[in-house]
């Protein structure tokens, strides 16, 4: 498998976690956003979108974080990371949605303007708030969760780990969210997690 | 199955579309998003999100409208909904992704804040150049392929459709995505498809 991954990308990130926690050989092709080698006629090929990660495995292609996720756990995985029965699945499915939505366009745009200077949607404050009502999701289901789907680890911990230990870096602190603070200590635990 | 749903909503029309297409028996709840009827301590206790669509069935409670479709294809429609091989359906969670990103956050928040005149995320120029760099990759998928994934209608043409139909309401013309308009009378033309 050949996997197109930026190092400053968090959704980039979310793949390389899965990679690892399953062990999965790959070969890493690095584009250099800084040189918008993401956004070049032959990556646009690649991933029409010009966004990282994108997968190529067995002459197939397939792009977006979520996507490369599913595809990872389905074919290299067993059920526990991405199982098929409709409740598993839309349950695990619950929190790529948010991982998409509030997570990467609110607290990674947000980080994007503070980081990078760059706004795609929104100001600083608007990718906040839309960040915070997520991670109050997040929360109040971990209060009593030691996971966010299924009672285990899923794909959903990767999706939600990298835009979500991130939010500092948008200036939402994460001390008033001491059961994530107490799951992001659970997911670096998991055998094969790895840091960004 | 109980379905909480939302006239306005676009994310609410997705799921009524695959509950038409599948004739899967139903019980509509209708908030009054005038009311805020979907940000009440009552609903937020089904979704923690404070969105439509949700569904509940055989007591089990899923949020999230990509969620909803997912649950409803596999457990009420057959494997051409929703197929669960690796690479089926990775390529429809594809699509999935950029009905939650580009299209929701893009083009249905430009078209909330000329419609409601309520702003979430940006100003109108942004939510329309996001929304349509997911346009150029439909339209540009679409020049060769009759659907969206698979060769086939599958959960991706409900979640796609709701927010590049009201793409004008966001003052997004679609006469320059000429494959997209041809796709979307395709889908009006499926056995079952709703109109909003």
């Known amino acids: 498998m050949k996997v197109y991954l930026a190092k400053v990308s968090g959704n980039a990130y979310k793949l390389r976690i899965l990679l690892s926690l399953l062990k999965v050989p790959h070969e890493v092709v690095w584009l250099d956003f800084a040189n918008k080698e993401h956004k070049s006629a032959a990556y646009l090929k690649i991933n029409p979108r010009g966004e990282v990660p994108a997968l190529e495995d067995h002459g197939h292609m397939i792009w977006d974080s979520a996507a490369c996720l599913v595809y990872v756990a389905r074919q290299y995985g067993s059920e526990q990371w991405l199982p098929t029965d409709p409740l598993g699945l839309a349950e695990v499915m619950q929190w790529l949605a948010l991982s998409a939505t509030e997570l990467q366009c609110g607290l990674q745009y ?58 500092p870096e948008s200036q939402v602190a994460l001390e008033s969210y001491p059961a994530i603070i107490q799951w992001m200590q659970r997911c670096r635990q998991l055998p094969g997690w790895i840091d960004r």
């Open 110 to 167: 947000a980080r994007r303007l503070l980081v990078l200077g760059r706004r795609t949607l929104g100001t600083l404050e608007e990718g906040q708030n839309f960040g915070r009502l997520a991670l109050d999701v997040v929360e109040t289901h971990l209060k009593t969760h030691e996971w966010l789907a299924l009672g285990r680890p899923t794909i959903a911990e990767p999706a939600c780990f990298p835009y979500i230990e991130t939010a």
